[in-house]
């Protein structure tokens, strides 16, 4: 996803479920996604077999002209771990009124 995308959902993990300005926030992320998955060319070769290309497939053709490959979810799961973890490392109790048991990071 895009740099704007990225930080557009880093902004929306500091904002409460409730407020108004959430809504909007998933609103602007969900067509974001959508316009990503607009843009995408599929395989119509099955994939590539063995790394060799597909002469035709619109997506052998893109990776063929220098097209970047696509993260996999591992990676993105990775970057939301070291977010998440960035973000709980970053909360001061003192500062934002935590209660005796502190929840941040639970919705």
């Known amino acids: 996803m895009s740099d704007s995308y990225q930080r557009l959902l880093d902004y929306s ?20 996604r959508e316009d990503q998955r607009v843009a995408k ?4 070769c099955g994939g590539p ?7 035709g497939c619109a997506r052998c053709d893109e990776l063929a002209k220098g097209a970047p490959a696509r993260q996999g979810w591992g990676s993105q799961k990775r970057q939301e771990a070291a977010r998440f973890t960035r973000d709980l490392k970053a909360h ?4 934002s009124g935590c209660g005796p048991v502190c929840t941040f990071g639970d919705w």
């Open 13 to 32: 993990y500091h904002l409460d479920p409730r407020d108004p300005e959430y809504r909007a926030v998933q609103r602007e992320l969900a067509a974001m």
């Open 49 to 55: 077999k063995w790394g060799h290309l597909t002469p």
């Open 41 to 44: 060319t599929t395989h119509t």
């Open 92 to 95: 001061n109790c003192a500062v």
